[in-house]
């Protein structure tokens, strides 16, 4: 691992020296004061987060119910609003 490290910092400051590297630049101030110093990041590796228990069907059957109830007070709503007047021939 080291020397794989050794040849790589090798070949960037060959890669750097004949143009072909550059360095990165430098963050603008307000980059780095609205940035946090450490990023959190989720490590590989970690559990996924628990997952939600599925729906009774009492439950399955009451979301449906209010869904349809809503499908049709939108659809009663559509309905009675005033239809643009087309332009005839």
Same mark, same amino acid.
């Given at each position: 691992m080291a020397v794989a490290a050794g040849a790589l910092a090798g070949c960037q400051s060959v890669a750097r020296s004949t143009g072909f590297a550059?360095? #990165? *630049? =430098? !963050?603008? /101030?307000?980059?780095? =004061?609205? !940035?946090?110093?450490? &990023?959190?990041?989720?490590?590989?590796?970690? #559990?996924a *987060?628990? +997952?939600? @228990?599925? @729906?009774? #069907? /009492? %439950?399955? @059957? +009451?979301?449906? #119910? %209010? &869904?349809?109830a809503l499908r049709k007070r939108h659809a009663a709503q559509a309905g009675a609003a005033p239809r643009a007047k087309t332009p005839t021939n």
């Open positions: 550059t360095e #990165a *630049p =430098q !963050r603008p /101030d307000f980059i780095a =004061q609205t !940035r946090p110093a450490t &990023l959190e990041y989720v490590p590989v590796g970690t #559990a *987060p628990e +997952r939600t @228990k599925p @729906k009774t #069907a /009492d %439950e399955v @059957k +009451r979301a449906e #119910a %209010e &869904l349809e």
